[in-house]
Nanobody
Framework: QLQLVESGGGLVRAGGSLRLSCAAY????????MAWYRQTPGEERQLVAF????????DYADSVKGRFTISRDNAMKTMYLQMNSLTFEDTAVYYC???????WGQGTQVTVSS
């Protein structure tokens, strides 16, 4: 079955860390660039981080540069988002996304308490 499944969200205090995971099913994960997005109520989804299919290139939203790290393990068909120095403004639902032949995960909630 073709799907992306996120995990790892939760409640964390400001300054803390979380690692999100995105497991891919039903397609050749290593062939696709991937991305993390996030969304808060009433707002559009925003790109957080992007990684090329072999992991050789990454890009980040300015708001997370230096704090978040995107990575992938193609053998495990999994993408990660390491989030450090979290702030209240990072509170959102985080989505895993395959841009080509678009595919979205169901999202995982990250809540940062001040």
């Amino acid at each position: 079955q073709l799907q992306l499944v996120e995990s790892g969200g939760g409640l964390v205090r400001a300054g803390g860390s979380l690692r999100l995971s995105c497991a891919a099913y039903g397609f050749t994960f290593s062939a696709y660039n991937m991305a993390w997005y996030r969304q808060t109520p009433g707002e559009e989804r925003q790109l957080v981080a992007f990684i090329t299919h072999a992991g050789e290139n990454t890009d980040y939203a300015d708001s997370v540069k230096g704090r978040f790290t995107i990575s992938r393990d193609n053998a495990m068909k999994t993408m990660y988002l390491q989030m450090n120095s979290l702030t209240f403004e990072d509170t959102a639902v985080y989505y895993c996304h395959r841009p080509t032949y678009p595919l979205w995960g169901q999202g995982t909630q990250v809540t940062v308490s001040s």
